[in-house]
């Protein structure tokens, strides 16, 4: 990004002042790269008047490649010189593309970040993006695996290797904890606390918190461990990492996924499963046993309560039990002429 000082300067203030994580900085830097090369595609069609051009005046094909290509067009001019018919212009774009609603609205929130903070710093009086309303979306409720479905993704790793076990300890941990994969293969050895069974969670940006886990886990992790000290490489093993690779280096959350991938299939369960399930599955699980909302929250470690809300439309028949068993006049009385 050093070519856009302005979204460089952003950047910077998500890593260094707000602790944003590799991964949404990632999804930030790219959205606003292709807004950019939105902008410059639009630039370059109103300048050349090319016969290839959309009907709002500019390239389609700018706009993927725009960014990239060396024009005579300032982009921080571009991206201070747009207003509210600019963004609704951009989010036709999105819509003409097939972009899913969900991915707009992301996009949209990285704009409205992004204005917030030239305001802020002085680069613009007011945001082009404060006008415009977050297209409504349809809210999809989080899909979660019932309890004998959980017992038997866990039964599928062969435990008696260092690798089985790890994978079972792995499974364990995220439905125990209700960890983010993230915060899963950050995990280190000293994180760990036996005795008082719990882990040092290092959440997102980089909020710790510390969240209990269960006998069942650590006795997982334990098993694990008990390999990985009398494998004869342990020498050359990330020291520090507690969920390692077969070369003995820190796991990505790629390979967990794609570990989980291969159980999925070995257990007849559902591919659209992914680790975020398994913390979905804790959560609603969690409610439907009567753990407190904000208990939830913090156990997640959401920001805010509405995020952990949506668990509760997965709890209606929990709440209805509760309803049917504590109100007086739930039930019809069959003695009761009315």
């Known amino acids: 990004m050093q070519d856009y000082p302005l979204i460089k300067n952003f950047l910077d203030y998500l890593n260094f002042e707000k602790h944003f994580s590799p991964y949404t900085m990632k ?15 639009r630039e370059e069609g109103w300048q050349h008047g090319s016969s290839a ?70 680069g613009i009086e007011s945001s082009p993006v404060s006008a415009i309303r977050t297209p409504k979306q349809e809210k999809r409720l989080p899909r979660f695996l019932g309890v004998e479905q959980i017992k038997t993704l866990l039964d599928c790793p062969d435990t008696n290797n260092m690798l089985g076990a790890r994978d079972r300890a792995i499974i364990e941990t995220l439905y ?11 995990l280190n050895l000293n994180d760990v606390d036996f ?24 006795q997982a992790i334990q098993r694990y461990l008990t390999f990985r000290d009398s494998d004869v490489r342990k020498a050359n093993f990330d020291q520090q990492a507690m969920f390692i690779n077969k070369h003995g280096q820190r796991l990505s959350t790629r390979s967990v996924r794609r570990k ?36 939830v929250q913090e156990l997640l470690g959401h920001r805010s309560l509405s995020t952990t809300q949506i668990y509760t439309h997965l709890t209606t ?3 209805k039990q509760v309803y049917d068993s504590a ?12």
């Open 27 to 41: 999804c930030y830097a790219a959205d606003l790269k292709q807004y950019v090369g939105y902008l410059v595609g």
């Open 53 to 122: 051009l959309g009907g709002d005046g500019f390239s389609v094909d700018g706009a993927a490649k725009g960014a990239a290509t060396s024009v005579a067009v300032d982009t921080s001019t571009l991206i201070l010189r747009s207003d509210v018919n600019t963004i609704r212009s951009f989010l036709v774009y999105l819509n003409e593309q097939n972009y899913s609603k969900a991915t707009s609205a992301r996009k949209l929130a990285t704009l409205r970040s992004f204005y917030k903070f030239l305001v802020r710093r002085g």
């Open 176 to 186: 125990s904890s209700g960890l983010r994969v993230s915060e899963l293969v950050a």
């Open 195 to 218: 005795l008082g069974e719990v882990l040092h969670v290092r959440g997102k940006g980089k909020k710790e918190r510390v969240s209990p886990i269960g006998s069942s886990a650590l």
């Open 260 to 295: 989980l991938d291969k159980y999925l299939l070995q257990a007849g369960l559902d591919p659209r499963i992914s680790p975020h399930t398994l913390r979905h599955s804790f959560a609603t699980h969690m409610l439907n046993n009567g753990a407190d909302l904000r208990v």
């Open 317 to 319: 028949n929990r709440m």
């Open 327 to 338: 109100h007086p006049r739930a039930k019809l009385d069959p003695a009761d002429p009315h």
